[in-house]
Nanobody, 122 residues
Framework: QMQLVESGGGLVQAGGSLRLSCAAS????????MAWFRQAPGKEREFVSG???????DYGDSVKGRFTISIDNAKNTVYLQMNSLKPEDAAVYYC????????????????WGQGTQVTVSS
């Protein structure tokens, strides 16, 4: 059974940093495309970052230069390092996986975690 479990969310001041983790079980993250999405209240779930099995990465325009996605194959975990956080980054962050190339649409991802809340105070 494939499972994704996010952790690392919390409350941080604007300008601060957080690192989110997504622990996978039932499959190897190195063989899937892994991605982070986020959803703020009243807004659509949006693509934040993704990485495929060739370690090709992509980022949403609003997070480029501030967020970094990475994989630890030994821990079968995907990370999202978030620096220079802004109040507009506040959202529930979701980890997702798909068995195909890197896509930015939420509808292309079949497997999802339960989400972790990120709150950024100004």
């Amino acid at each position: 059974q494939m499972q994704l479990v996010e952790s690392g969310g919390g409350l941080v001041q604007a300008g601060g940093s957080l690192r989110l983790s997504c622990a996978a079980s039932g499959f190897f993250v190195s063989t899937y495309t892994m991605a982070w999405f986020r959803q703020a209240p009243g807004k659509e779930r949006e693509f934040v970052s993704g990485i495929n099995w060739n370690l090709i990465t992509d980022y949403g325009d609003s997070v480029k230069g501030r967020f970094t996605i990475s994989i630890d194959n030994a821990k079968n975990t995907v990370y999202l390092q978030m620096n220079s956080l802004k109040p507009e980054d506040a959202a529930v962050y979701y980890c997702a996986a798909r068995s195909g190339d890197l896509r930015t649409s939420r509808y292309d991802y079949r497997y999802w975690g339960q989400g972790t809340q990120v709150t950024v105070s100004s």
